[in-house]
């Protein structure tokens, strides 16, 4: 079996005027996400791992933030034509693990419902997704709550 992996990260200022989406799914905070679509940085780590492991460029290549017709885009929506893309070229997920860094809010609550809504976009099993969620202790951007980060890892095999 031919194996690849990726990794991928992303970061986004957090503001007021925003919805906070994380994972696919809408989390109540005081505050969102700054982007050109959604901004939902699990989802974009996620999407530049499957595409790093294939050597396919980063998401900013497909969805361009420079393009007007992704404003506000659904991060799930791109997360499924890049699915397909991968599907296409031969490959499927083995799994997805993934860690969202950020103060506040709390996402502990929140992360079975990031995995369910994550894995039904991929058409995986919800142990096929891995989601963790920690803070940066209070240091550097995300530690002074000037944004959320997440990092990401997917495996590909060879269909």
């Known amino acids: 079996m031919t194996i690849r992996i990726g990794n991928g990260y992303d970061i986004h200022q957090l503001c007021t005027g925003r919805k906070l989406i994380l994972g696919g799914i809408e989390i109540p905070h005081e505050l ?7 901004a939902d940085v699990l989802t974009h780590a996620i999407m530049d791992a499957m595409l790093g492991a294939l050597s396919l460029g980063d998401i900013g290549h497909y969805f361009p933030p420079t393009d007007p017709k992704w404003a506000g885009a659904d991060s ?14 031969g490959w499927k997920i083995g ?3 993934s860690c969202v860094v950020a103060e506040r809010p709390k996402l502990k609550p929140h992360i079975k419902t990031m995995r369910d809504r994550l894995s039904q976009t991929l058409d995986l099993q919800p142990d096929q997704i891995g989601i963790k969620a920690t803070t940066n ?22 269909v």
């Open 32 to 38: 969102g996400l700054l982007g050109h679509s959604d």
């Open 137 to 158: 202790e209070k240091l550097g951007p995300v530690g002074r709550e000037e944004g959320i980060s997440a990092y990401a890892v997917a495996l590909l095999f060879q």
């Open 95 to 97: 799994n997805i693990d």
């Open 76 to 89: 799930l929506v791109l997360l499924s034509q890049v699915n397909q893309l991968i599907v296409s070229a």
